[in-house]
Structures are given as structure tokens and as C-alpha cells.
């Protein structure tokens, strides 16, 4: 965890089966985790779909490499964007509602 507990974002280039983003925001001891097929945008306000999949450890934050053929999200990942991030309000509680508003710091 980064110094005086702040909470990790991550933003990886996933070159998979197809091309996408994947966007972590630690909560606890995890990067919740979404893929995000088109990509971030160059447009302010511009939304994105952004699909949840598995939770990873904050031992994947700074990964880059190439994960194997035959193996499950085989492709090169890259370190696309990193910072902290700042939640408006329990982190937990609007991530359950469906709405969870934060700033990115990076």
C-alpha cells in the first residue's frame, strides 16, 4: 500500500483475445477489477462500458508481461496508466449500490 494509506488505481493494456483495459481500484487487500472493451477515453464525460471480472491481488498491481498461450487472459499486459485514488464516501457501500464516485490521482 502506498505511504499514508492510500488507495492504489491501476490501468493495464491487456492485448488478450481482444485488445481492452483493465482497470483496478484497491479496496482492502484487493484491485477490483474491470474490463473495459473500448478502451479509456480522450473525451471528458465521455461514459465507457466497463465489465467487472476477478478480483486481484495487490501483488498484480505493477504487472507487465506476457501471460502464456493457453492460459486464462493469455496476451501481453502492460502498465498503462498507475496512481491513488480517493473515494467520495464508503468505498464498500457504493461499490454494493451500483455507484461508486471517486478521483484518480496519477
Known sequence: M????ALLYRVQKHAARR???????QLG???KS????????LVA????LA???EDHGLD???????????????GVVLLWDRGTWEPDGDP???????????ILHG
Do not use: M, N
Open 34 to 41: 474491470w474490463a473495459v472493451t473500448r478502451g479509456p477515453s
Open 51 to 53: 465489465v467487472a471480472v
Open 29 to 31: 487487500d484487493v484491485l
Open 19 to 25: 485488445l481492452h483495459y483493465d482497470f483496478r481500484l
Open 92 to 102: 464498500a457501500t457504493a461499490l454494493a449500490s451500483g455507484s461508486l464516485a471517486f
Open 2 to 5: 502506498p505511504e499514508g494509506g
Open 60 to 74: 498484480y498491481a505493477d504487472y507487465e508481461g506476457v501471460i502464456a498461450p493457453g492460459s486464462y487472459g493469455a
Open 45 to 48: 464525460g465521455e461514459r465507457r
